[in-house]
């Protein structure tokens, strides 16, 4: 065989391809694309019961991939994408947030009127994006992630189109998104500009190294100019004061479920990518972007914790909390240690369960009261519906840090990550922040044990009848002729209770035996720590 054979042979063979490490992705995209062409179809069980059904099983799927992926560390694409623990346990957090927002989305008006297909869909594409985004060691990588994760989710906040909230929300999500969506990338540019690399290790290598480049690079302002921007970019859509405006205004007017999958998915996302680039990539000048990262901590844990003392509807309330809990994972971003990068992502997976809990159950009060995600609606819950009042609960008293709970454990260990890492006036933030919390979330829990059921509102009437929108689902036509039946029963709402029940229930045993998730949590740390 000639020397032109052989090189003829080795362009058609092309490159390799780790399908392995890279099926997660593979499936989700497979998955998207079959929901989408089934959400097609004219019967009506296709699109109500098949469409979820493959959703399910899209989710299941790539939660086995994820599994089987443990330990089997990889670089694919040629160095864009690292598959290591972190990733996957990341990942694990977004299939699961999404099965939960699936099944809160089964008798949701919002999949009806935005087409089931196309709804859930477009939430396995930004499960998609989100798996990119935390996989990126490449910044054009990262910014296709966070495009392919938010882009769905600005047509998913507005899909209740008949409802001028969703609308609103899904606009104002818009915006705000593309203005950090610009500003991260115009930082990332910068970035690139100063050391010349795409690559998180390049980057590091630039920064880091011995050459006399490197030292003026410590004190780069077009270097320090370009972190500056992407922390604001990673800001907007961590949900970091004071670039939170948007927060409780899209939280309230999207669609519930909606709501679930962004107060958990999204923010372990963001989080994610905090972790790999500033850990990892600009790890060589921490002690320029460490103060301002522990200044928009503390300033973040203030205003999410004040701001939810005054809040009456629970979304808006979960909303400030969030913007609080964001305070707290972001000051175990500061202290870039393996112990910090352990208890941020701890942290990231004791938020998911105690969030979707408090959430599923104001998915059951939006179905059968008027101003269901209002506190007055939990009045008396404890005595009507008790299989919604406990979880709802537990997930109160978790968020709060009261012992016990899973995140009393998540709490107590960012507080010694920061004590560890000289930051200990950063972990006293944490437990003012935390007392101030107990303000709101006991509110909920005095409300839901305490107060009569007669202080809440009249339930729904049996029907409900919308506008007509040109280019309305006919699901959802069909739907409003034949009316929305509203039911307070367990039998009514089974999915939510099953849904509010299981991650009410992870709170307290996560809380009692924590060990499975700190030596995942530890996996990871070590993963991102070996990388370069």
């Known amino acids: 065989m000639t020397v032109l054979d052989t090189l003829v042979i080795a362009h058609i063979q092309g490159p390799h391809i780790d399908w392995g490490s890279l099926s997660p992705f593979v499936v989700l995209a497979v998955g998207a694309l079959v929901v989408l062409v089934v959400g097609l179809f004219t019967s009506a069980i296709a699109r109500e019961r098949i469409v979820p059904a493959l959703t399910v099983v899209a989710l299941g799927v790539t939660i086995a991939f994820e599994i089987s992926r443990f330990h089997h560390q990889a670089t694919i694409i040629s160095g864009a994408l690292r598959i290591d623990d972190l990733a996957l346990i990341l990942d694990l957090v977004f299939a699961v947030s999404a099965l939960a927002a699936v099944?809160?989305?089964v008798r949701e008006r919002a999949a009806a009127e935005a087409g089931h297909g196309e709804y859930h869909s477009l939430l396995l594409f930004s499960v998609f994006g989100?798996?990119?985004?935390v996989s990126a060691v490449n910044l054009v990588t990262l910014f296709i992630g966070l495009e392919l994760l938010s882009i769905p989710l600005y047509i998913l906040c507005a899909s209740d189109s008949r409802r001028a909230a969703s609308l609103e929300s899904g606009l104002k999500y818009l915006i705000i998104g593309s203005v950090g969506s610009a500003t991260l990338a115009y930082g990332l540019a910068l970035i690139y500009g100063a050391t010349g690399s795409t690559d998180f290790g390049g980057i590091a290598n630039a920064i880091t190294g011995n050459s006399v480049q490197a030292g003026?690079?410590?004190?780069?302002p077009l270097l320090l100019t370009g972190i500056g921007l992407s922390v604001v970019g990673f800001a907007f859509k961590a949900s970091v004061a004071p670039f939170h405006q948007w927060t409780p205004d899209v939280y309230e007017g999207a669609p519930t479920p909606?709501?679930?999958f962004m107060a958990t998915a999204t923010k372990a996302a963001a989080f994610g990518v905090f972790l790999r680039f500033f850990d990892v990539a600009v790890i060589g000048v921490q002690d320029t972007w460490a103060p301002l990262l522990a200044a928009l901590a503390t300033i973040t844990i203030i205003v999410g914790n004040a701001g939810a003392l005054g809040q009456s509807s629970m979304k808006r309330m979960l909303a400030y909390s969030g913007v609080g809990q964001a305070g707290y994972m972001l000051a175990g971003v500061v202290v870039g240690t393996q112990l910090g990068i352990d208890a941020t992502v701890f942290y990231i997976a004791t938020y998911l369960p105690v969030n979707i809990a408090a959430f599923a159950v104001v998915v059951a009060r939006e179905r059968d009261r008027p101003g269901g995600d209002d506190i007055s609606a939990l009045a008396g819950l404890g005595t009507r519906q008790p299989w919604l009042a406990w979880p709802i609960t537990i997930a109160m008293l978790s968020l709060a840090g009261i012992p016990s709970t899973v995140g009393f454990i998540g709490k107590?260990?960012?507080i010694r990550a920061l004590v560890d890492g000289d930051?200990?006036?950063?972990?006293?933030?944490?437990?003012?922040g935390s007392m101030i919390s107990l303000g709101y979330y006991l509110r909920v829990v005095a409300t839901i044990w305490m107060s009569s059921p007669e202080a809440a509102p009249a339930a729904r009437p049996a029907l409900a009848t919308r506008p007509a929108i040109a280019g309305g689902s006919p699901e959802a036509d069909a739907a409003d002729a034949g009316g929305w039946p509203r039911s307070d029963s367990a039998v009514?709402?089974?999915?939510?209770?099953?849904v509010a029940a299981l991650f009410g229930a992870a709170g307290i045993l996560f809380g009692i035996i924590p060990s499975p998730l700190l030596r995942l949590a530890a996996h990871a740390g070590r993963s991102i720590t070996g990388i370069f």
């Open 103 to 105: 099944l809160l989305s």
């Open 130 to 133: 989100m798996a990119v985004l």
């Open 216 to 220: 003026g690079l410590l004190s780069d």
């Open 258 to 260: 909606i709501t679930a």
């Open 412 to 414: 107590l260990y960012l």
């Open 423 to 432: 930051y200990t006036w950063l972990a006293v933030v944490i437990v003012v």
């Open 492 to 498: 009514a709402n089974a999915e939510v209770v099953v």
